[in-house]
């Protein structure tokens, strides 16, 4: 079965642009959870769906946005970009997030360089 | 807000050597889960650990959960160098379902 897969794999944008990420997650699977790894640290949560309603946000500002689709793939945006928006972005999936250990599954993860 | 403190940072042995990597925090955690992440890659998981002071093992690696939920440990015996990369703890905070990740263990292992 396919994993987690995410796209663009690299991208590279100038400041005050704006940026779609793309998530599908693993088949069967309805969670899909969005995270920002800066390097040198550990990822970061930014956002939770699950069946197309947002679950959970973290602390990141407006500019961060996303949606998942009837498909339960997920769209991770971010607005108005600045440099320290730079950072690999995972996205995750997992069956349902109210039963049992929340266990999540990483895609291969977006590359994000912003200049 | 939930914090997780992994040490060591950095880890530097030779193959065959045995490590500890340790994950503590002051808050407690209705799960814990332990991720190893190649450069370039996502982070994959290796366990879940629910119950306090439970253990668990694969192959050459053993997890503990510490009895109250805030702490575990990751320990690997005689380690190879395909056991090299970056070890994250991350914890199952209570009400949201979101994970903590802390900030990793870079372990390299020397032939």
């Known amino acids: 079965d396919a994993g987690v897969t995410q796209s663009p794999t690299h991208l590279i944008k100038t400041r005050g642009q704006q940026v779609t990420l793309r998530c599908s997650p693993i088949s069967g699977h309805k969670s899909v959870s969005w995270y920002q790894q800066v390097l040198g640290q550990g990822p970061q949560f930014i956002f939770q769906?699950?069946?197309?309603?947002?679950?959970g946000r973290g602390n990141f500002p407006d500019r961060f946005s996303a949606r998942q689709f009837p498909n339960y793939s997920s769209e991770l945006n971010v607005n108005a970009l600045l440099l320290g928006d730079s950072a690999l972005y995972l996205c995750?999936?997992?069956?349902?997030?109210?039963?049992?250990?929340?266990?999540?599954?990483f895609g291969p993860g977006t590359r994000l360089t912003v200049t | 807000t939930q914090l997780l403190e992994q040490s060591p940072q950095f880890l530097s042995i030779q193959e065959g050597e045995n490590l500890t990597v340790y994950c503590n925090s002051s808050?407690?955690?209705?799960?814990l889960q332990w991720y190893r992440q190649e450069p370039g890659e996502g982070p994959v998981l290796l366990v879940t650990v629910v119950t306090g002071g439970e253990v668990k093992k694969l192959k050459r690696l053993t997890f503990q959960f510490g009895d109250a939920r805030k702490d575990s440990s990751l320990h690997i015996t005689a380690a190879q160098t395909g056991d090299t990369g970056l070890y994250l703890c991350?914890?199952?905070?209570?009400?949201?379902?979101?994970?903590?990740f802390g900030s990793g263990t870079r372990l390299q292992v020397q032939p």
């Open positions: 991350a914890g199952e905070g209570t009400g949201r379902r979101a994970l903590t």
């Open positions: 769906y699950y069946e197309k309603e947002e679950r």
């Open positions: 808050s407690v955690f209705s799960s």
């Open positions: 995750a999936s997992s069956l349902d997030p109210g039963r049992g250990a929340y266990e999540q599954y």
